[in-house]
DNA sequence: GTCTATAGTGTGATAGAC
DNA sequence: GTCTATCACACTATAGAC
């Protein structure tokens, strides 16, 4: 691993755990194990070494999600899939997270990847209840839009409450009574969400 | 507003925007016009004055929670003027924000009104949802705590979206599409959600 | 390309005058 | 009760040696 693809770790890293506020530079060094001289050879500061992590970990969570998203099975399946897939619950989602950062939100070319990314998971699900739709896997009138940004919220909104609880209980919970809620909407013989 | 009341005031104000570690002393005296004695005077520290401003936040949070889900109609009515009651989206949520804090979830006291808030919200709403259940206002099968939980995650969800999207519209699309799944549940003449 | 040294600013808290 | 002065330390960045 080189110098600079160690910095980017240890500031995705750092980022997930305590967000662009609450990391330092100094604090990404010495995870680094490198001195401040290459970061700044590297990387012109914080914000563009921050940049350059973000987008890593965005093409990340992208790949995870289309992994899920791209199984075998009807619509519902691969959004139970996605929905139901191992997550670190309590670290909470590393992009999602940034929303929360206000100089994040502040720079637009921070809040891009951050945008592109959750806009683009959204697309995909809608995507695939919309096929799911014309292939009459769900009973007339379901919004495959709604439904799509209700599923992704609930994963984010999931994080929130579990993080408050310090429990991945209220995540569960709540994604097993969105994926009830859709999978009431199923047509054919009802899989037990 | 005695120069306490204008500290906490403050403060509220600045963890909504920034958290709590991106709020400094130096920045709640400048916004409450006081000097640096008052603040050490009325609160043992910026810790001590963020429970302060926790505390109230929550209380007022519930109570605005209480009254959109203590209105007139069925359960799905409630919980629909809970999702629907006017909000300053962008904004976010002011309790669930504090979730992405590193510092306020590792410490017990700043944690603990952030979850029994969510967590009387989340019980709240299943409350609501139970008794409609019992009235037979859904059809058969309706998971009350589930669905209470994906209602609560995807409006703090929506709230990431939102801020993603640097616009409220994923927020209404995520609502609208939790709301259409729980209005397909509610038996009787369906309304439109 | 990487290091240490240094600078200037901000942070969180204390001291002591009024 | 409120103010200003001061402290020790951390932050982000730059300079310049190696």
Redesign the pocket.
Known sequence: M???ERLVESTRELLWERGF?G?????I?QRA??????????F????DLALAAIRRTAEVMRATADTALSGEGSACDRVRAYLLRERDVLRGCPVGRLTMDPDVIADPALRQPVFETLDWLRGRIAGILREGCERGEFDAGLDPEGTAAAVVATVQGGYVLARAAESPAPFDTAVRGVLSLLAARATGPAPTA
Chains 1, 2 share one sequence.
């Open positions: 080189t110098t600079s506020t990391t330092s530079p100094k604090a060094l194990g490198v001195g401040q001289g290459s970061m700044y050879h590297h012109t500061g914080k914000s």
